[in-house]
């Protein structure tokens, strides 16, 4: 049972446009919710992260939203870099259990 | 910069071998975590710690074992090697008061 799912494996976008990546979680538990951004063969890099409190998250170019109700988080990428292709997860935890569920991930590729 | 460190970044061995994952972290983080990735896939939490002498698996079932003797050094052991084992192993630790878990290079591990 996939408790985190990324439905889109992959993504393109010109430079300069926004990247839009979308998360959704099952467990009514989760309140902390963290996106990372992975190259091949390293580790992930935290991007940004929202909790369960607030329902918005900017750091510069990086914004993420949390929709409860709907249990599903969005990253916005805005403007679009090519330096920014890689492939992101979110990734989803409880203050109860302190374990972080990882989504499959979604491959970004930004144009030139 | 996290200073969280993973040794080694590759390794090839032989079916049998036992083998040992090296992760330290100098930042006197309580709870760190081994993760394990094939290529596409999502992170699957294989082992997890709250602190010194604490152990506990994971939700995706590993043969390896793991001991926190230390609060800066998280071990992982596999006392057989299979092919089966091939897969990048990922390590990191909690951040306090923030959450964000801060990962290491990784190990890639190809067992033949």
Known sequence: ?112 | EADIYQTPRYLVIGTGKKITLECSQTMGHDKMYWYQQDPGMELHLIHYSYGVNSTEKGDLSSESTVSRIRTEHFPLTLESARPSHTSQYLCASRAVPTGELFFGEGSRLTVL
């Open chain 1, 1 to 112: 049972d996939q408790q985190v799912k990324q439905n889109s494996p992959s993504l393109s976008v010109q430079e300069g446009r926004i990247s839009i990546l979308n998360c959704d979680y099952t467990n009514s538990m989760f309140d902390y919710f963290l996106w990372y951004k992975k190259y091949p063969a390293e580790g992930p890099t935290f991007l940004i992260s929202i909790s369960s409190i607030k329902d918005k998250n900017e750091d510069g170019r990086f914004t993420v939203f949390l929709n409860k109700s709907a249990k599903h988080l969005s990253l916005h990428i805005v403007p679009s870099q090519p330096g920014d292709s890689a492939v992101y997860f979110c990734a989803a935890s409880d203050s109860g259990t302190y374990k972080y569920i990882f989504g499959t991930g979604t491959r970004l590729k930004v144009l030139a």
